[in-house]
C-alpha cells in the first residue's frame, strides 16, 4: 500500500513538472528546439506589443541583420497594432500567447479556445495572416491544451533556453543565464513585455540582446526564426 501511494505521488510530481517543463512531451509534442550541434540560435520574445521596449528591440535587432519570433498578447495587439505591424515590416515572425495571459492547465476548453481564437483575430486584424505559432503563457499545459491547438491549425513551440529576464537585475545577469547553455539547434526565451502590466521595463533585455548578438555572430552562429530551424529539423 505504501509503495502505491509513494509511486502516485511520484506521478504527480512527475505530471507537475511536465505540465511546466518547456522541453517536456509528456503532455503532447511541441517544438523546443533545433538539430543539436547546429550553428543555429532562434531568439523568441513573449508577451509584447510593448511601448517603448519593443520599438528599442526591434531597432537593435535591425543593427544586427537579425530575425526573431515575437509571441504576442492580443489585448496588447489590440492597444497597440502599429507596433505589431511594425514587428511584421521589419520582417519577424509573429505567434499566438493568448488573448490574455491566462495559466491554460487552469482553463476550461471553452476558455482555452476562445483565448487562441480571440488573439489569432486581433493579430490577423493587425497585420494579416502571420504565422500558425502558438506559446502557451508560462509554458503551462495539459492534454487539452496542445489538443485545442491542434485543432485549430496552431502549432505548440516551447524552449530550452530561458533568460529569466522578468527579473533580471541587469544585461549581464540575463547575458550569463544564456551564455553558458548555448550548444547550437536552442530556443531563447525572452520578454519584450510583461503580461501583468502595459510599458513593462524591458531595456536589460535589450542591452542583453545587443552584446548576446555581437557575441555569437562573431563566433559565427546563425540566427534565425522558429520557422527557419523548424524547417532544418526536418
Known amino acids: 500500500m505504501f509503495a502505491l501511494a509513494a509511486a502516485a505521488g511520484a506521478a504527480l510530481l512527475f505530471g507537475g513538472y511536465q505540465s511546466f517543463a ?101 493579430i490577423h486584424d493587425a497585420v494579416g495572416e502571420h504565422s500558425n505559432l502558438f506559446r502557451p503563457p508560462w509554458g503551462g499545459r495539459r492534454p487539452a491544451v496542445f489538443r485545442i491547438a491542434r485543432q485549430a491549425g496552431i502549432d505548440p513551440v516551447m524552449w530550452n533556453i530561458t533568460g529569466y529576464d522578468w527579473k533580471a537585475s541587469s544585461p549581464e545577469f540575463i547575458e550569463q543565464k544564456i551564455a553558458p547553455k548555448i550548444r547550437g539547434g536552442d530556443v531563447v526565451l525572452l520578454h519584450d513585455g510583461g503580461h501583468a502590466a502595459f510599458g513593462t521595463d524591458r531595456s536589460a533585455t535589450v542591452s542583453a540582446v545587443d552584446r548576446l548578438l555581437t557575441r555569437y555572430k562573431a563566433e559565427a552562429y546563425e540566427l534565425v526564426t522558429v520557422p527557419e530551424m523548424m524547417r532544418q529539423r526536418r
Open 22 to 122: 518547456p522541453t517536456g512531451q509528456w503532455f503532447g509534442r511541441a517544438f523546443c528546439r533545433g538539430r543539436r550541434g547546429s550553428r543555429q540560435i532562434a531568439l523568441t520574445f513573449d508577451d509584447g506589443p510593448n511601448d517603448p521596449h519593443t520599438l528599442k528591440l526591434l531597432d537593435v535587432l535591425s543593427k544586427h541583420d537579425v530575425h526573431a519570433t515575437f509571441f504576442l498578447i492580443g489585448q496588447y495587439v489590440r492597444r497597440r497594432p502599429d507596433i505589431v505591424a511594425e514587428i511584421a515590416k521589419r520582417g519577424h515572425v509573429i505567434g499566438n500567447h493568448t488573448f490574455t495571459h491566462p495559466l491554460l492547465i487552469l482553463q476550461s476548453a471553452s476558455r482555452i479556445r476562445h483565448e487562441l481564437l480571440q488573439c489569432r483575430e486581433a
